[in-house]
């Protein structure tokens, strides 16, 4: 394999450190690009800005489509991947006065996409920020400040990504799933394994569903449902909770070392079977669970 610099490859280097220079020359480039995009963004990480909704689109019982207006139809620009910061004051019963409450939340809209930014959030009745949201009327405004940047991905810096997501831990996989797939000279192989509890609950499936007969080649998808309907007789998916067998079949190998990743973001009861959950400090922590288990080494997981 010859090294990205022309001054290297001229030189006897062994293979191994010829490889790993152009790893870590891509992943260079690909936090100067991601650099250069956040500040090309309608957001700053430096102030939170108020946007206004402008379209609500409700997709299950309990889940929504939020589109926010974003100044001067500029694009958010966000880098791939990335979150972004979501801000309210809110006045329970009993406090003194109103507290901030701040939340991340990934975009599901294109990072170009012009004078608009797309969330999908989960309204639980106890959540004090997506109850909010879920409760917001089209022309009511919500603070954001961004882009947070988590993991600077770069075409090609894999040959294979594993995806585990549960709930709206599919919003940080599909923002990655989508760059590879937009860009005709990454043939990175993608494949997602996505848990819900029930299908009703299973977010963007028509999108997904798309992805994946669109790029047969590049992008498989695995649903898991705890409670198929009718009993599962028709469901074509995993039952229950995932499980070492399911990673077994969908998940790139241990084996594959560097050439592959696998992406964790889900629930806290998923991530602590699966990965074991982030570090207080939201570093990524110890890696356990079942991918530990299955001898997947901790540079070979990314924790959202």
């Known amino acids: 394999m010859a090294c990205a610099s022309t001054l290297l490859s001229r030189l006897a280097f062994p293979a191994g450190l010829c490889a ?32 206004k909704l402008i379209k609500k689109e409700k997709l299950t019982h309990n889940s929504y489509k939020l589109r926010f207006e974003l100044p001067g139809g500029q694009p958010a620009n966000l880098p791939v991947a990335s979150c972004i910061l979501t801000k309210v004051m809110q006045q329970a019963p009993g406090d003194d006065k ?21 969330l999908v959030i989960k309204a639980y009745a106890q959540g004090k920020m997506s109850k ?19 993991y600077p991905y770069s075409a090609n810096i894999k040959k294979e990504i594993g ?26 192989r993608v494949s997602l394994l996505f848990a819900n509890v029930s299908e009703a609950d299973i977010l963007l499936k028509d ?70 959950d982030k570090a207080p400090d939201k570093t990524q922590g110890e890696l356990t669970g079942l991918l530990k288990a299955m001898g997947y080494a901790q540079e070979q997981v990314y924790k959202f």
């Open 20 to 51: 790993a220079y152009a790893a870590y020359n891509s992943f260079e480039n690909a936090l100067s690009a991601q650099a250069d995009a956040a500040k090309a963004s309608s957001l700053t990480p430096d102030a939170f800005t108020d946007l």
């Open 163 to 188: 995806m585990i997501a549960g709930g709206t831990g599919i919003t940080p996989m599909l923002q990655v799933a989508d760059a590879i797939l937009a860009n005709p000279t990454d043939k990175t």
């Open 207 to 276: 999108k997904i569903d798309a992805m994946a007969a669109a790029h047969p080649d590049r992008f498989k998808v695995y649903y898991v449902v705890d409670k198929p309907r009718w009993g599962g007789i028709f469901w074509k998916g995993g039952v229950g909770y995932v499980t070492r067998d399911m990673l077994a079949a969908h998940m790139p190998a241990a084996a594959s070392g560097s050439d592959a990743l696998v992406m964790v973001c889900g629930p806290p009861g998923m991530m602590a079977a699966v990965s074991g």
């Open 132 to 150: 909010h949201m879920g409760d917001m009327k089209v022309g009511e405004s919500l603070a954001f400040k961004g882009p947070i940047l988590k």
């Open 98 to 118: 109103p507290k901030v409450i701040v939340r991340p939340y990934t975009p599901v809209s294109a990072p170009d996409a012009a004078g608009y930014l797309d």
